[in-house]
Nanobody, 121 residues
């Protein structure tokens, strides 16, 4: 079964940095897209950053210039480097992997368990 394992969350002061990582196991196929979502208490889950297997990236406006997503297709791993963290970045961060099969018109989504990121003094 496909599993996503996340790590790197923690507690950091404003202006600090954290690096999240997510590794996909149980799949021999490269995921078409991988990324990070986050959800704060009382808010909906939102896309933070994503990257396709071809290297195209997408960032939420609130994190542009501060966060950087990277990916190693061979290792099926995605990272999120978070710099200049703000209290409003506090949330549970979830890794996501997506695969679309054009021939069968099928889509698959997988989610990690989530890792807590807390930014406070």
């Amino acid at each position: 079964q496909v599993q996503l394992v996340e790590s790197g969350g923690g507690w950091v002061q404003p202006g600090g940095s954290l690096r999240l990582s997510c590794t996909v196991s149980g799949s021999r196929f490269t995921m078409d897209a991988m990324g990070w979502y986050r959800q704060a208490p009382g808010k909906q889950r939102e896309l933070v950053a994503s990257m396709t297997s071809g290297g195209n990236t997408n960032y939420a406006d609130s994190v542009k210039g501060r966060f950087t997503i990277s990916r190693d297709n061979a290792k099926n791993t995605v990272w999120l480097q978070m710099n200049s963290l703000k209290p409003e970045d506090t949330a549970v961060y979830y890794c996501n992997a997506h695969r679309a099969l054009i021939f069968t018109q099928s889509e698959y989504d997988y989610w990690g368990q989530g890792t807590q990121v807390t930014v406070s003094s």
